[in-house]
């Protein structure tokens, strides 16, 4: 028996799972459908008693004219061919997509957005969203519940999220709250405001540790609420005047010569996203520094050596970014070493925010948290799963609560529809600095009230006009599978049973393909990403071995021009860098294959490996006792042969 089929007959059935997805094989369209009929018949309704005494304005006979008709004709056509065309897709749905971070969507999240969808609301402000933009608002208290922020509203320093387009977004908005956090105290010392417990230079005000900045703002909007009117326009508009949203990094960093652009520090596993997010922000690549990891985890010493480095220099850094679910590999940073480097830092004066990347991994959390909200010890855990969490793993989730911020992708492992991604922070007392003027939309002075206030959601977030659906879409899912390991996390949980019965069927893979193929697990995966790198025996040739990759890689990616049906699995690639590997980390691998040392020639710096995302909630089909695990190996044993004939 192999470990795959040992997790088919293990696995206790959950037949609550099985009305959660529209299902590989469609299986529960007559739900959906029942849904859709019902809400869509509900929403007319809704039209017609919004004034019954209004007349149709469009006459009963009018769908018999010619033009209606003609209309109507080419309405079809274009749907159907859409339709058509839409056949090729990526099956996301089915269990033989192991490609990219997408597979099959919630049901409640589908249908909560599809009938949400014809009434349009517009989350930038209550104005266009009465009812979503509260929703949303709510996601983001969900969101910070089940990464352990403070979730309750009626407390100062609750936390406060918001969705966006993705991650890429979220992690933007990040970067620009904490760019706030940082120079507001520096603006209030060039401002010269009476009466405040001021840092003593622009470098101390620029090291602030964010709470000590987040008190910092409390007590200058307490001082401005005592003055008269007058006065409290002139100083709003004297810091204003000052702060770098205003002034602009050249002007602001011109005014401020002790000072420099901060750094970001993030692992050389770092999304891209980080990448256009310094630019954005007008820092400039430059101020991003990738550092070293450990098996493809932020290395602490190297981050440790960094700050003592940057303290000694006067380097401030503005962030320190933690993975939490690599987009290769899954791989999840220490964030507690990151959290005790930076308490070390801000010791000597170099203070920074801590945002975590967790746009893949966020959701896994909820495999964390006890119904009750409380964290789960590593022992309550232990059983449920072969290998998972590593104490590393369980130390790193045990420590999210103590971020300043984090960014969560419902679209990815919350099973939820393009583009929701999230960010979170944890006092939303910062989020003041954010808030943007707009008169014409957003009336009157900020609410006391956090849903109130946050009403106007426009004035703090990167984006304007955005879907009400979005967040409808995740507020429903959130309550009808509640963040929590005994409901959520039981979805989570099936990703991760099904990588390690991955890991487990990649080694027995190895093992049966001595002789013809060399195959290796580069890092063992820490969630429910996996990679393969796989070489024929006796090639040594870099070049080589991407091309035999490549050759495989082409049996499963999306070829437009062909029918998806031709192809039997779904996988994606990447490649390992000389540069981010290290000599070390690079020596073992390629040691591991046969394969001679990277060179300098075109291919040969880097090397192309198999990524497999497990995310499938039917990759073990224990309806039927299949395991599209075991198929896939099958598939890639046969794949290698093919190919291997055609060289
Ligand atoms: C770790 C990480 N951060 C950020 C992103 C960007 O997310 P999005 O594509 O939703 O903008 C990704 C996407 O794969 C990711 O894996």
């Known amino acids: 028996m192999n470990a795959a089929s040992i997790e088919i007959d293990s696995l206790p059935r959950n037949h609550a799972l099985d009305a959660c997805f529209l299902g590989p094989y469609g299986e529960n369209d007559g739900l959906l459908e029942k849904l859709m009929v019902e809400f869509l018949r509900d929403h007319v309704y809704w039209r017609r008693n919004f004034h019954?005494?209004?007349?149709?304005?469009?006459?009963?006979?009018?769908?018999?004219?010619?033009?209606?008709?003609?209309?109507?004709?080419?309405?079809?056509?274009?749907?159907?061919?859409?339709?058509?065309?839409?056949?090729?897709?990526?099956?996301?749905?089915?269990?033989?997509?192991?490609g990219h971070m997408v597979s099959d969507l919630l049901l409640p999240g589908l249908a909560a957005q599809m009938l949400t969808l014809p009434y349009n609301p517009n989350n930038v402000s209550e104005d266009a969203a009465p009812v979503t933009v509260d929703l949303e608002v709510q996601v983001g208290l969900q969101l910070a519940r089940m990464v352990g922020y403070p979730h309750d509203p009626a407390q100062p320093a609750c936390a406060f999220g918001h969705l966006t387009s993705g991650g890429t977004l979220a992690n933007y908005q990040a970067l620009r709250l904490a760019l706030a956090l940082k120079a507001f105290p520096v603006a209030l010392r060039a401002a010269q405001v009476p009466g405040l417990e001021l840092p003593a230079d622009d470098w101390d005000a620029f090291n602030l540790a964010p709470p000590a900045s987040i008190a910092l703002l409390q007590q200058w909007q307490q001082w401005l609420a005592t003055q008269a009117p007058a006065d409290r326009m002139r100083w709003l508009a004297r810091v204003e005047a000052e702060r770098i949203e205003q002034r602009g990094l050249a002007a602001f960093f011109a005014a401020h010569p002790t000072l420099q652009p901060p750094r970001v520090l993030a692992p050389i596993t770092a999304h891209y996203s980080w990448s256009k997010a310094v630019k954005l922000l007008g820092l400039g690549r430059d101020q991003l520094m990738l550092l070293p990891s450990r098996g493809m985890r932020m290395d602490v010493d190297a981050l440790e050596s960094t700050l003592t480095r940057c303290a000694r220099a006067r380097i401030p850094v503005l962030l320190g970014v933690a993975v939490l679910g690599s987009t290769e590999y899954g791989t999840i940073d220490p964030v507690d070493g990151m959290l005790a480097a930076r308490a070390h830092a801000v010791r000597s004066g170099l203070g920074f925010s801590v945002h975590v990347d967790a746009a893949w991994g966020g959701y896994l959390a909820t495999v964390f948290r006890h119904a009750d909200g409380r964290l789960r010890t590593r022992a309550e855990m232990?059983?449920?799963?072969?290998?998972?969490?590593?104490?590393?793993?369980?130390?790193?989730?045990?420590?999210?609560?103590?971020?300043d911020s984090v960014t969560i992708d419902p679209h990815k492992l919350g099973y939820l529809p393009f583009g929701a991604g999230a960010f979170v922070c944890r006092d939303h007392r910062a989020v003041a600095l954010l808030a943007e003027r707009a008169d014409y939309v957003f009336h009157g002075p900020a609410p006391p009230d956090y849903l109130a206030r946050y009403r106007n959601l426009g004035q703090f977030i990167p984006e304007g006009s955005k879907p009400g659906a979005a967040a409808a879409a995740a507020y429903v899912t959130h309550k009808v599978l509640p963040l929590d390991h005994a409901n959520f996390g039981r979805l989570q949980r099936q990703t991760i049973l099904a990588a390690e019965a991955f890991r487990a069927r990649a080694q027995r893979f190895a093992d049966e393909g001595t002789g013809l193929l060399r195959v290796l697990v580069p890092f063992e995966p820490d969630s429910n990403l996996v990679c393969l790198a796989l070489n024929p025996t006796g090639n040594r040739s870099i070049a080589a071995a991407n091309a035999f990759v490549q050759s495989l890689h082409d049996a499963m990616r999306c070829d437009p021009r062909q029918p998806v049906q031709t192809r039997e699995f779904f996988g994606s690639v990447t490649s390992l860098r000389a540069d981010v590997l290290g000599t070390r980390e690079a020596a073992r691998i390629l040691d591991a294959l046969g394969l001679e040392a990277f060179g300098d020639g075109e291919g040969e710096d880097r090397l192309m490996i198999l990524r497999h995302t497990l995310m499938n909630p039917y990759l073990i089909d224990r309806e039927n006792g299949i395991s599209y695990i075991d198929r896939y190996f099958e598939f890639l044993w046969r794949l290698v042969q093919r190919v291997e004939a055609a060289a």
Do not use: C, N, W
């Open 52 to 98: 019954p005494e209004d007349p149709p304005a469009i006459a009963t006979a009018t769908a018999r004219h010619p033009d209606y008709l003609a209309f109507e004709a080419r309405m079809r056509r274009e749907l159907h061919q859409l339709s058509a065309s839409l056949k090729k897709s990526v099956p996301f749905h089915s269990p033989r997509y192991l």
């Open 382 to 403: 232990v059983g449920e799963f072969e290998h998972f969490p590593s104490p590393a793993v369980h130390a790193a989730f045990a420590a999210l609560g103590d971020t």
